[in-house]
């Protein structure tokens, strides 16, 4: 397939796969068994300008978009779909001040974003608000020059390890959706604290924690857009990392069938290598169809971010949907190729499996993406 990229896409898309082979393959099985976080690659992804792509250069960025950001999350994700999120989930965390900061808030925030001096993460999710993000209930009230924040954020990626998340609060229980506001929080904040840090069972490079808001003070001048915008401030960055999100599970889907695809020629079973059993063959030839398919969905997607067009929300959702049902599918079929071995931790195949399954789940769930689909198509959008 030609996706018609440019010479500067391809370079880019090189430069991060070398990046991936040379300096994420070494160090993953290690971040994946102790579960620590990849600060050692945030210096090489930040001295590569895999942070400054989306931001524009008067901030100190690269100026360029959506898809760049995605190649880069694919080819780090072929390698390693935990350690591609220091960069993805930063993306999502400076999404709301790229759509809805002032002037002020982008001068201050978003250069050391670009350089990867920092990172960023976003709260949406509280325990009792996942696919029903409308009912958070972390409340912000307003109190002369500041905000007083209380509540708890929990599953956030990043947490712990950035420095500045992008929280959605209430600022008027009355008015539902209408009545929340989105916050720039800093760590230091008065009054914020990290929770439970989690232990998961895949991208367990990537830190995921709670974020613990106790009569937590945060400046006017931290609330992202008006008051009421919080709840459009966050679909609108949900469209635009969705993509983001398909294309950590595009690079997990052809990092599990590139180890299926070598290992099927090696491996001999009935005196031939089983790839040149017709029931395999048809089974790699699935599989990478499928992931060809959903590297073309995620393109075009993030081409139509790119150039401005509006209503994203169906086609960001049709591309996180097939590209990670996608995932789960390519990469548990690449283990059954493994047979015995690829159950076991020994073979790197197991992990692909385990990456994949949150592409399922995070940014809104399949289910709950199927939702959003069928809801354009019932308004006829
Ligand atoms: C590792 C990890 C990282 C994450 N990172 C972030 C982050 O950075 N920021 C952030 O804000 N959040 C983050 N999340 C939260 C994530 O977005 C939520 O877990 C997800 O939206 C689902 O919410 P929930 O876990 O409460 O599940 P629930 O909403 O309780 O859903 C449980 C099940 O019910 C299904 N369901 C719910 N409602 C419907 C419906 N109407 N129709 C059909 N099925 C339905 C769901 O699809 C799911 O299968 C992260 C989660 C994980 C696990």
């Known amino acids: ?5 440019t010479e500067e896409q391809m370079d880019l898309k090189r430069v991060a ?3 991936a082979l040379e300096k994420v393959l070494p160090v993953r099985a290690k971040h994946d068994e102790e579960g620590t976080f990849p600060w050692d690659m945030v210096k090489v992804f930040a001295d590569a300008g895999f942070f400054e792509l989306y931001i524009p250069e008067e901030y100190g960025g690269a100026g360029a978009g959506v898809l760049e950001l995605c190649l880069v999350v694919e080819e780090l994700s072929r390698i390693c779909g935990g350690i591609s999120l220091a960069v993805a989930a930063t993306a999502l965390g400076t999404f709301p001040i790229l759509i809805s900061g002032n002037e002020e808030q982008k001068k201050r925030y978003l250069p050391d974003l670009s350089q990867g001096k920092v990172l960023a993460g976003f709260g949406l999710t509280e325990p009792g608000a996942g696919s029903d ?7 912000a009230v307003l109190n002369g020059d500041h905000y007083i924040l209380n ?3 929990c599953f956030i990626t990043n947490g712990s390890e950035a420095k500045i998340y992008t929280v959605i609060a209430s600022t008027d229980p009355t008015k539902g959706t209408r009545g929340t506001s989105a916050f720039i929080i800093e760590e230091g904040f008065e009054g914020f604290s990290y929770g439970k840090i989690e232990d998961k069972m895949g991208i367990r490079a990537s830190a995921t924690s709670e974020l613990v808001f106790e009569d937590c003070i945060v400046p006017v001048e931290n609330r ?3 008051e009421g915008m919080g709840f459009l401030v966050a679909m609108k960055t949900l469209d635009k990392s969705r993509p983001g999100v398909a294309a950590q599970a595009l690079g997990i889907a052809q ?5 299926a695809l070598e290992y099927t020629k090696e491996r001999v079973q009935f005196g031939k290598p089983i790839a040149s059993f017709q029931g395999i063959k048809w089974m790699m030839a699935d599989m990478y169809s499928a992931i060809e ?4 969905l995620i393109y075009s997607v993030a081409r139509m971010i790119d150039a401005g067009k509006s209503n994203v929300a169906q086609a960001a959702g049709i591309a996180k949907l097939v590209a990670s049902d996608t995932a789960m599918k390519v990469t548990t079929d690449a283990v ?3 047979g015995g071995y690829g159950y076991m931790r020994d073979y790197p195949i197991e992990k692909f499996m385990r990456d994949a399954k949150i592409t399922q789940i995070y940014e809104g769930t399949n289910q709950i993406q199927r939702e959003v689909i069928a809801r354009s198509l019932l308004r006829g959008a």
């Open 224 to 226: 992202l857009d008006k």
């Open 293 to 296: 398919a959903s590297r073309a």
């Open 336 to 338: 059954q190729l493994f």
């Open 17 to 19: 796969r070398r990046i």
């Open 151 to 153: 509540g708890r954020k």
């Open 1 to 5: 397939m030609d996706y018609l990229l």
């Open 255 to 259: 990092g599990a069938f590139d180890l």
């Open 133 to 139: 993000a409308a009912s958070i209930s972390t409340k």
